[in-house]
């Protein structure tokens, strides 16, 4: 859900490196991303690299940390929508063209990266909180399991993310969105009051 600048930065600067690095790590991972890949990438020599970020842990955690920002800023521009099922639509939707962005690396380093599973946890739980607010206001059934519909809904994420980075398309994507849409419950109908005639 991020625009990376794309090149080297002419001169130092430490916004740009860092989304440079936010692309290496996006594109092969923390273990596989080498000290020389992200130099290579940010366009700095490994003693800039230190000395503006410490060492490769805490650039990752950095550029991780912001990418998980504006991702849960994207969850809650969603959430907001009046109806739960506008709101996890909207998610799964931003979300199947977001991991097919042409201008960023395929599939969600959130979703699919070892190390940030506590991040992973905190999307669920912001999702549980926008289904339970859908029990609470009529949108689904009482009986809705909301811990297991948001456990379902980050698989399908990180599965969308997975078929992109195998060379999904977004309407690939959509689909899968759509598919999983049909496994959110529709709200209970309202029982006729009143004595029949």
């Not at 490994?46 to 849960?72: H, I, N, Q, V, W």
């Not at 979300?95 to 699919?112: E, W």
Request: aromatic fraction near 6%; glycine fraction near 6%.
């Amino acid at each position: 859900m991020l625009v990376v600048m794309a090149g080297r930065p002419r001169s130092f600067d430490r916004d740009a490196a860092l989304l440079a690095a936010l692309e290496q790590f996006w594109r092969t991972g923390y273990e596989e991303t080498s000290v020389a890949m992200l130099t290579s990438a940010m366009g700095v020599t490994p003693p800039s690299l230190y000395a503006a970020f410490g060492d490769k842990r805490r650039l990752f955690e950095e550029a991780s940390a912001m990418y998980f920002e504006r991702t849960c800023e994207a969850v809650d521009r969603a959430a907001e929508l009046p109806t739960t099922h506008e709101a996890i639509a909207a998610i799964l939707t931003d979300t199947a063209h977001a991991h097919t962005d042409p201008t960023t690396p395929a599939g969600c380093l959130m979703l699919t990266e070892p190390r940030l599973e506590p991040q992973r946890k905190i999307i669920h739980r912001r999702l549980k909180d926008r289904l339970d607010q859908g029990v609470r206001d009529g949108d689904l059934p009482a009986t809705a399991n909301t811990d297991h519909l948001a456990s379902f809904l980050v698989a399908v994420m990180r599965g969308m993310s997975g078929c992109a980075r195998d060379g999904g398309t977004s309407e690939d994507l959509v689909g899968i969105a759509e598919t999983a849409m049909a496994a959110l419950p529709a709200p209970a109908p309202a029982r006729a009051t009143g004595t029949p005639h």
